[in-house]
Nanobody, 115 residues
Framework: QVQLVESGGGLVQPGGSLRLSCAVS????????MAWYRQAPGKQRERVAR???????SYTDSVKGRFTISRDNAKSTVYLQMNSLKPEDTAVYLC?????????WGQGTQVTVSS
């Protein structure tokens, strides 16, 4: 059974930081590209960052320089370090393993940026 379990979300003030984690089981973690997506109310799901099997990363423009995706293959875990958070970063953040149409998803963790 494949499981992706996100954690680390919460309420943070603008300018603050959070670190999200996604623990993966049931698949070969090191063989999979991993990504973080986010979905805000009334908006389409947006890919935030991806990390490939070789460690190469990519980011959507709005988070470049503020967010960092990383992976620990020994722990089967992918991380998203989020700094200088803005209210527009408020969303449910979801972890994805693999690619459509064979991707696996976590249940999401809420991130709220508000004063």
């Amino acid at each position: 059974q494949v499981q992706l379990v996100e954690s680390g979300g919460g309420l943070v003030q603008p300018g603050g930081s959070l670190r999200l984690s996604c623990a993966v089981s049931g698949i070969s973690f090191s063989s999979n590209s991993m990504a973080w997506y986010r979905q805000a109310p009334g908006k389409q799901r947006e890919r935030v960052a991806r990390i490939y099997r070789d460690g190469t990363t990519s980011y959507t423009d709005s988070v470049k320089g503020r967010f960092t995706i990383s992976r620990d293959n020994a722990k089967s875990t992918v991380y998203l370090q989020m700094n200088s958070l803005k209210p527009e970063d408020t969303a449910v953040y979801l972890c994805q393993a693999g690619y459509y149409p064979n991707a696996y998803w976590g249940q999401g963790t809420q991130v709220t940026v508000s004063s």
